[in-house]
């Protein structure tokens, strides 16, 4: 490490040595679930606070994506529309075991971000924060989705007549006031390891309502 940091100081660069760590789905919406996107790519407003404060920006990989079945996660949907077919008795079985299931996967990603993050404090970096998604099952800091609810009444939606309105509004109706569990896991292995970054969040519901506001980038005591 003596000849890493001597290195660092004399071929002392131009980087600013600040990191921030954001939720995969600000720096790209093809990862949101359906109905969930309301751009193209990415959050320019997030992503230009962090061009303009020189910071390098980590984009942690999307928990619902590893998990779920892949960017339109594909587990999920074949809850949508069961509700009176055979499926049904099953799914409402399986679903105590499919969030196990989930938690384990966020747990192995939030190891991994936790290893990312004590790789550069070790070197000197600075990691200013973390910007999760508020309404996020998985990436919620405040606010995340009651997951029976939702798949309760996923399992109600008609295919064929479903909107992106109707859609966005039943994730609004499961909203409650607690972590994603991928954030919580990510909070508690962070305290485990006695490292203190502040947590923010970008609104998904404001976005969808078209209510985007400036997201206040954290900053690190």
Same mark, same amino acid.
């Given at each position: 490490m003596?000849?890493v #940091?001597l $290195?660092? %100081?004399?071929?002392? =660069?131009?980087?600013?040595?600040?990191? &921030?760590? $954001?939720?995969?789905?600000?720096?790209n !919406?093809? @990862?949101?679930? *359906?109905?969930?996107?309301c751009r193209?790519?990415c &959050?320019?407003?997030i992503? !230009?606070?962090?061009?303009?404060e =020189?910071?390098g /920006?980590? %984009?942690m990989?999307c928990?619902?994506?590893?998990?779920?079945?892949g960017? @339109? +996660?594909r587990?999920i $949907?074949i809850?949508?529309?069961?509700?009176?077919?055979? *499926?049904?008795p099953?799914?409402?079985l399986?679903?105590?075991?499919? &969030?196990?299931?989930s #938690? *384990?996967?966020f747990?192995?990603?939030?190891?991994?971000?936790?290893? %990312?993050?004590k790789?550069?404090l070790?070197?000197?970096?600075s990691?200013?924060? /973390?910007?999760?998604?508020?309404g996020?099952?998985?990436c919620?800091v405040?606010?995340?989705l =009651?997951l029976?609810?939702?798949f309760?009444m996923?399992?109600?939606?008609? /295919?064929?007549?479903l909107?992106?309105?109707e859609?966005?509004? /039943?994730?609004?109706?499961?909203l409650?006031?607690?972590?994603?569990m991928?954030i919580e896991?990510?909070? +508690?292995?962070?305290?485990?390891?006695?490292?203190?970054?502040?947590f923010s969040?970008?609104?998904?519901?404001?976005?969808?309502?078209k209510?985007?506001t400036?997201? +206040?980038i954290?900053?690190?005591?």
């Amino acid at each position: 490490m003596r000849k890493v #940091k001597l $290195l660092q %100081q004399r071929l002392a =660069d131009g980087r600013s040595k600040k990191v &921030i760590f $954001l939720s995969h789905c600000i720096l790209n !919406e093809n @990862t949101r679930y *359906l109905g969930g996107a309301c751009r193209g790519g990415c &959050i320019k407003e997030i992503v !230009e606070q962090c061009i303009n404060e =020189d910071l390098g /920006i980590v %984009q942690m990989p999307c928990p619902e994506q590893r998990a779920w079945g892949g960017v @339109t +996660k594909r587990l999920i $949907l074949i809850a949508y529309g069961i509700r009176g077919t055979l *499926l049904y008795p099953f799914f409402r079985l399986f679903l105590p075991f499919f &969030i196990y299931y989930s #938690k *384990l996967i966020f747990w192995l990603l939030a190891k991994e971000m936790v290893g %990312q993050i004590k790789d550069y404090l070790s070197y000197g970096f600075s990691v200013i924060g /973390i910007i999760g998604i508020d309404g996020s099952p998985s990436c919620g800091v405040n606010k995340s989705l =009651d997951l029976p609810k939702s798949f309760e009444m996923a399992a109600q939606i008609d /295919i064929k007549l479903l909107t992106v309105e109707e859609m966005n509004k /039943i994730i609004f109706q499961c909203l409650i006031d607690c972590r994603g569990m991928y954030i919580e896991l990510l909070q +508690k292995k962070l305290k485990k390891h006695h490292i203190k970054i502040p947590f923010s969040a970008h609104d998904l519901m404001d976005e969808i309502h078209k209510n985007c506001t400036r997201v +206040k980038i954290p900053v690190s005591q």
